[in-house]
T-cell receptor, first 118, second 110 residues
């Protein structure tokens, strides 16, 4: 079955760009929707963005000016760039799969912890 | 885009039933049958419990059920068990082709 694994730098300095990758294994990335979600320490979940394998993209309006999501279908991964990070971007970042035409977001990665600090 | 409204906490005794509400608007919960519920234990990734308002993925206990009325979705947990103690989040599609989570509800099993 499909499995997801996030990878990231762990620590990012304020004002820098955060780069995250989600590797898809056990299935094809050439279908479904692929999402990024984050959770600040002690807080709730926040939807960041999603991308359909064909390239259709949606962003959370509150982050849209700083976020870029992309997909590499040949290498079976998708990525997130978040620029001009601040301490408020400190969070666990999850990637997830959502089936097309449904709210069924049934496969999640374990999450990667990102700390923004100088 | 505002977060969906959930109660901060609910509680119940083992064997009882509880219901968690998720209130949105006519532009999200009220407009589409694309509402999911996730369970999250401390230190773990969220787990899908209900999707498309009332559908249960295979492997999820039938003690969990979902429904919707107007702009509010509901998650009911019957026959409460100790392992149900967790945070629960609702999630909905919106008219702007975006997605939004609820603020989360902490379920305590007394």
């Amino acid at each position: 079955q499909v499995q997801l694994q996030e990878s990231g730098p762990g620590l990012v300095k304020p004002s820098e760009t955060l780069s995250l990758t989600c590797t898809v294994s056990g299935g094809s990335i050439n279908s479904d929707n692929w999402s990024w979600i984050r959770q600040p320490p002690g807080k709730g979940l926040e939807w960041i963005a999603n991308i359909y394998y064909s390239g259709t993209i949606n962003y959370n309006p509150s982050l849209k000016s700083r976020v870029t999501i992309s997909i590499d279908t040949s290498k079976t991964y998708f990525s997130l760039l978040l620029n001009s990070v601040t301490v408020a971007d400190t969070a666990v970042y999850y990637c997830a799969r959502r089936l097309v035409g449904s709210s069924r977001m049934d496969v999640w990665g374990r999450g990667t912890t990102i700390t923004v600090s100088s | 885009q505002s977060a969906l409204t959930q109660p901060a906490s609910v509680s119940g005794s083992p064997g009882q039933s509880i219901t968690i509400s998720c209130t949105g608007t006519s532009s999200d919960v009220g407009a589409y049958n694309y509402v999911s519920w996730f369970q999250q234990h401390p230190g773990e990734a969220p787990k899908l419990m209900i999707y498309d308002v009332s559908n249960r993925p295979s492997g999820v206990s039938n003690r969990f059920s979902g429904s919707k009325s107007g702009d509010t979705a509901y998650l009911t947990v019957s026959g409460l068990q100790a392992e149900d103690e967790a945070d629960y989040y609702c999630y909905s599609y919106t008219a702007s082709s975006l997605w939004v989570f609820g603020g989360g509800t902490k379920l305590t099993v007394l």
